[in-house]
């Protein structure tokens, strides 16, 4: 389901027209941070973070929110098809970034999968071969990067016992304030 929820947010993004990149993101943001405030009422679970987890929730924010915004610029400027393949790279950016961050061991199919992963890319970037492509590609990349750190920092927060309605709703109103048009 949630695939099918992203890839219809994917198909209303590219169908609401000429609409800055910027305004589309803070709309949704907007959506998201008012389910999200209905989600922690509903959990009362209030919003109470450690100081010590702040910089991980800002890092998970900051991280998201270019991750959205680099995909939503990449929707509307590439085809549907390769900005959707490029925001997936992020469980492959997850596992690189889950490396440095959480220390994990990479096992070696991992490996495999991700030098695959690259350069599978390649064929959606088309290096060199037209500028007008190249450049929404790479932001588009970008936002698979944005979002593979996102995840990780979800996992580091949860490790440190801070609940997902909290995480979603810094997250919501993080990115509806950048956004704010």
């Given at each position: 389901l949630?695939?099918f929820?992203f890839s219809?947010?994917?198909?209303?993004v590219?169908?609401?027209g000429?609409?800055?990149?910027?305004?589309?993101a803070?709309?949704?943001?907007a959506?998201?941070?008012?389910?999200s405030?209905?989600m922690?009422k509903?959990?009362?679970l209030?919003?109470?973070?450690?100081?010590g987890?702040?910089?991980d929730l800002l890092?998970?924010?900051?991280?998201?929110t270019?991750?959205?915004?680099?995909n939503?610029?990449?929707?509307?400027?590439l085809?549907?098809?390769d900005?959707n393949?490029?925001n997936k790279?992020?469980?492959?950016?997850?596992?690189?970034a889950?490396?440095?961050i959480?220390?994990e061991?990479?096992?070696?199919?991992q490996?495999i999968?991700?030098?695959?992963?690259?350069?599978?890319t390649?064929?959606?970037?088309?290096?060199?071969?037209?500028?007008?492509?190249?450049?929404?590609?790479?932001?588009g990349?970008?936002?698979?990067?944005?979002a593979g750190?996102?995840y990780t920092?979800?996992?580091?927060l949860?490790?440190h016992g801070?609940?997902?309605p909290?995480?979603?709703?810094a997250f919501s109103?993080?990115?509806?304030?950048?956004?704010?048009?």
């Amino acid at each position: 389901l949630a695939g099918f929820f992203f890839s219809l947010m994917t198909f209303f993004v590219r169908i609401s027209g000429d609409l800055p990149t910027m305004e589309k993101a803070f709309f949704r943001n907007a959506v998201a941070a008012v389910v999200s405030v209905i989600m922690l009422k509903k959990s009362n679970l209030g919003f109470r973070i450690k100081k010590g987890n702040l910089p991980d929730l800002l890092m998970r924010s900051i991280c998201g929110t270019t991750g959205l915004i680099c995909n939503f610029y990449a929707i509307d400027h590439l085809h549907i098809a390769d900005a959707n393949m490029l925001n997936k790279m992020s469980p492959f950016f997850a596992i690189i970034a889950s490396y440095f961050i959480l220390k994990e061991k990479v096992a070696p199919y991992q490996t495999i999968c991700v030098i695959s992963a690259f350069i599978g890319t390649l064929f959606i970037l088309r290096p060199g071969f037209d500028s007008m492509v190249t450049f929404p590609a790479l932001i588009g990349l970008l936002g698979g990067v944005g979002a593979g750190i996102a995840y990780t920092m979800v996992r580091v927060l949860g490790g440190h016992g801070v609940k997902g309605p909290v995480i979603v709703f810094a997250f919501s109103l993080f990115s509806t304030i950048v956004t704010l048009p």
